[in-house]
């Protein structure tokens, strides 16, 4: 400790004296805590890293835990080395080179406890993004030099609005063919609104990026040694203080737009000092007023010291958060606020939040965020909304899948329980404040549906394991059983999104699945009344069976055209009043299976006339399939159409996409029942089947950049159209073998 103090003073000295060349050796973290064994709140910063898919989250956070000195070797992402990224632990994630589940570690830098979430970039797995941000004082906003602001970004930024967490923004890749970070800069002020300023510059671009220039303290500085972990600190080169200077200037000019302070010093033409310039960043930006602009590229090393330094300078700690929790007053319906805590010591009573549930090796992990008090290990919690009485069996900190137990955590840490039965959102106190809860996380409704089954029969109870663990796991992942179709749909943001779970059950669970398109509910109708007279008798030695039934079958207004009804209109007693019940069943089983598809008939009402019967063959059984048979026979004599499901589809997307989004919809056979715009965005209201429904989000990303959405809910049935329905009539006789399947069909 003694060694590492006077090093520590050693280097300091070096830095002041100006001009002077240094080195400064990242000293490798060998103090986890300081000297009074707690870490106080102004030396914790929560943070997520978040941006559009690879951009370089994941890189970014490999070298953050590098030069803190929490790994002692770095791998890339797509592990060409079969190692991957630390923050990428599970064996999906290596194969396919993408984060799929948000994972969380700690790190210490400059005797600042970091804890660091890093949340996955695909829009399918957005709620990994918005649970990690509920949870977060601040975050860092990735960008590509060369993408930009991309979608992701947008949605990112959305959602960072939602929670208010103020944010630093990283253009990374600047090593890359065609970086241009002042064009990212222009467009994170233009596509986001964001007041923003560059607080560092790059010395050269793409293969020429040799350091970066720090304008606020006015020096360059350069990343020496193998793997950058060398700062050395510079004067501004002679080509660039120009440059520099202006930028400089920018800088001063957007803060003071933001920060009254710094405004008054800009009016009066005074010259902020550099620890002036620097509060005011941080006044902004905790306001959300500003939000400092970093650069670098994490892949070559770069850059990455001077964003540790700057999340320390600028991003709030749990005090200058506030965090509130809803107190639910039994007695009346109203709500009140109450402002969480944030002193790290057992004065208060413990309140938390569950924000992200995981299956380890050892039962679930509950990830949790600690908003107020203190909680030690074998305490006992209350979860607010089911009242049960838990014991902490064991308390940890997390380093992606790796764990170290700990005896007690407080305010503003973020730590992991084991053995607890809850769901995320779940808000955990002690029994004094019962009556708290967190507000909740916000779960986008599911986009796209598939049918999924286990390949082998004999793995049922392997696929409802895991079905339920990643139900309980994700809240945007829904499953149901549809009754009609016998089949288990699952729901979820993406197609992406369903095929990765279908993955993980087969690796987790070793149950290979089959996904497909979702059977359609289709139904069967009659267009015109048709008569009908059925005697069903059946002579086989003793007593047989009998039974006679008239009547008309009639079709339904076209609102009602999901029911059926039975109408008795007998007059005396030709058919027993025991037995017309009979008739009414035997006529709803044999609406189970329509003549032409063998889909549900409805939309059609049985009136019963008239009939016969006889003393001794007359019975339950005999009307039953009286009843049966009367139906199918109408069904025979009628013109019998196939009626689909339509959905009302609701669209929004920008205006510049308004011309293939309506080309889309009308391939579907889409019909525009409205139309209105806002802004930028315009939002076309549509009827379309749901038949033709199936890939749409897909489509509609790639057509719009990934910019629309769409929701649809049902809306009515109608016929549907007359080529549909052949093909569907031939489809279904090729599945019952009634039809020879056709050779080389290209349209299956």
């Keep these: 400790m003694r060694l590492l103090n006077a090093g520590l003073k050693l280097s300091q000295q070096h830095l002041i004296k100006p001009g002077t060349l240094t080195l400064k050796q990242v000293l490798l973290n060998s103090c986890r805590s300081c000297s009074s064994g707690i870490i106080p709140n102004e030396r914790i910063r929560n943070i997520g890293i978040s941006a559009h898919i690879d951009s370089g989250k ?99 930024n959305r959602q960072m609005k939602r929670y208010s967490v103020p944010f630093l923004t990283f253009i990374n890749k600047l090593d890359r063919m065609g970086s241009n970070p002042h064009r990212a800069l222009q467009q994170l002020r233009s596509k986001l609104n964001q007041n923003a300023a560059f607080i560092n510059i790059p010395i050269g671009l793409e293969g020429n990026l040799r350091g970066i220039i720090d304008l606020i303290e006015e020096r360059s500085i350069l990343f020496e040694g193998p793997f950058g972990q060398s700062i050395r600190y510079d004067e501004i080169p002679a080509d660039m203080r120009a440059e520099a200077t202006d930028r400089r200037q920018e800088l001063v000019e957007c803060v003071a737009n933001a920060d009254e302070i710094l405004g008054e010093m800009f009016l009066e033409e005074k010259i902020p000092t550099i620890d002036d310039l620097k509060a005011a960043v941080r006044r902004a930006t905790i306001q959300r007023t500003f939000s400092p602009v970093l650069v670098g590229s994490a892949l070559k090393n770069k850059g990455v010291q001077p964003l540790l330094d700057a999340v320390l300078e600028y991003l709030p ?27 790290r010591d057992a004065s208060s009573p413990f309140v938390g939040l569950a924000f992200k549930l995981e299956a380890g090796r050892f039962g679930q992990l509950t990830y949790m965020r600690v908003y107020q008090g203190c909680l030690k290990k074998s305490e006992y919690i209350f979860n607010t909304r089911t009242s049960k009485k838990i014991r902490v069996q064991r308390l940890v900190r997390l380093h992606a899948d790796q764990m170290e137990d700990v005896e007690e955590v407080y305010a503003g840490d973020i730590c992991a329980l084991f053995g607890i039965d809850c769901a995320s959102g779940d808000t955990f106190t002690t029994r004094t404040n019962a009556n708290l809860s967190m507000e909740s996380i916000h779960v986008p409704d599911p986009v796209i549906s598939m049918s999924m089954k286990p390949s082998n029969k004999n793995d049922l109870d392997k696929f409802s394991k895991g079905i339920n663990r990643f139900t ?205 715009g806002s802004e930028d965005y315009f939002t076309l209201y549509v009827d379309i089947p749901l038949n033709d429904m199936f890939g749409y989000s897909t489509e509609l990303r790639s057509c719009t950049e990934g910019k629309g959405e769409y929701t649809m809910d049902y809306s009515r049935y109608q016929p549907c159209l007359p080529a549909v329905q052949e093909d569907l009539i031939n489809k279904y006789l090729e599945a019952t073998g009634q039809l020879p399947a056709k050779k080389g069909k290209w349209k299956n």
């Design 58 to 156: 994941t890189t970014l956070t490999e070298r953050i835990l590098y030069y803190t000195g929490r790994i002692a070797e770095m791998h890339e992402v797509r592990g060409k080395d079969g190692v991957g990224a630390v923050m990428d632990s599970m064996e999906l994630e290596r194969q396919r080179g993408i984060t799929i589940q948000s994972a969380a570690t700690y790190t210490m830098w400059n005797q600042h406890n970091i804890n660091i979430i890093d949340t996955p970039g695909h829009v399918d797995f957005t709620i990994e993004v918005e649970r990690s941000l509920r949870v977060l004082d601040g975050a860092v906003l990735v960008l590509c030099a060369v993408g930009g602001v991309q979608c992701q970004s947008m949605t990112v």
């Design 317 to 343: 700690n749990p005090t200058e958060v506030n965090n509130y929790a809803i107190h639910n007053e039994e007695e009346s319906s109203e709500s009140t606020k109450i402002r969480m805590d944030p002193t």
């Design 472 to 676: 309980r796991e994700d809240p945007t992942f829904r499953v149901h059983f549809d009754t009609e179709s016998k089949e288990t749909i699952i729901s979820g943001m993406g197609e992406l999104h369903l095929e990765i779970y279908s993955q993980r059950m087969e690796r987790e669970y070793g149950c290979p699945c089959v996904m497909g398109k979702p059977k359609v509910a289709f139904r069967e109708t009659i267009t015109n009344p048709v008569p009908f007279e059925f005697t069903h008798k059946k002579q086989s030695g003793g007593s047989g069976q009998f039974g006679k039934v008239m009547g008309v079958l009639e079709p339904l207004e076209q609102e009602n055209n999901t029911k059926v009804e039975f109408d008795d209109r007998t007059i005396g007693t030709n058919i027993p009043r025991q037995f017309i019940p009979s008739v009414e069943k035997g006529f709803l089983m044999a609406c189970e299976k329509g003549p032409l598809t063998a889909h549900k008939i409805s939309g059609v009402r049985f009136v019963l006339e008239d009939g016969a019967s006889h003393m001794v063959d007359s019975n339950e059984i005999s009307f039953i399939r009286a009843g049966e048979g009367a139906l199918k026979q109408a069904m025979d004599q009628a013109d019998v159409v196939i009626l689909e499901p339509v959905m009302s589809v609701e669209i929004v997307a920008p205006n510049e996409f308004q011309g293939p989004v309506i080309a889309g919809v009308n391939r579907r056979h889409g019909v525009i029942t409205g139309q209105d």
